[in-house]
Every structure is written in structure tokens, then in C-alpha cells.
């Protein structure tokens, strides 16, 4: 992702937050068994990933975690994302953590 350019899935909102969207992929997630076109991402603070790192010794489960809590959904919600699914919250979570 270069400077001051996001994918088409992402979108930065004017209260800091990210919209992920899964609109174009051909397997939407389920959670909960509910099919979901976009998961939005509030945006975190420094606690929020210190509390995550200190809560969890394996940098994975941080980031599950720190999704997780980022998207109002559970870690194991997060978990049953297919990868495909999961690496453009891991993108948006990168989002926060650029200049």
C-alpha cells in the first residue's frame, strides 16, 4: 500500500475509522451466522494494542485480538475468517500503524 493510497475494500471514515468490504469477494464472511458485506474498524489508541500485547505472549493471537476488539466482534469470529477474508483486516489494522 503506497502512501496516501488505499485498496478499493478500504475506507477511511471522517471520525478515523476504517469500512473493510467484502462486497467484492465471492465468499462474503459469516459470523454468527449472518453473511457480512463489511466490518468497520474503530480506531486504536496505544492502550488498545499495549493491553492486547500484554494479555498475549504470541504476536498472532495479539492481533486476533486487537481485530477483534477493534471490530466489536470476538476473537473467535476473527478466527473463522478465511485468510483471504482475514489478511484485509490485517491490512486495515496496518492502516493505523502507517504515517
Known amino acids: 500500500m503506497s502512501e496516501g493510497t488505499l485498496p478499493e475494500w478500504l475506507t477511511e471514515e471522517d471520525d478515523g475509522s476504517v469500512t473493510v468490504s467484502f462486497k467484492d469477494m465471492k465468499r462474503k464472511p459469516e459470523i454468527d451466522g449472518t453473511e457480512v458485506s463489511e466490518l468497520r474498524m474503530r480506531e486504536p489508541s496505544v492502550m488498545d494494542q499495549l493491553s492486547q500485547e500484554k494479555k498475549h505472549r ?3 493471537d495479539a492481533e486476533i ?14 478466527q473463522g475468517l478465511k485468510m483471504k477474508q482475514y489478511n484485509r483486516c490485517a491490512v486495515a ?4 500503524q502507517s504515517d
Open 65 to 78: 485480538a486487537l481485530i477483534a476488539n477493534l471490530t466489536e466482534q470476538s476473537p473467535d469470529a476473527i
Open 93 to 96: 489494522l496496518a492502516f493505523f
Open 58 to 60: 504470541n504476536k498472532g
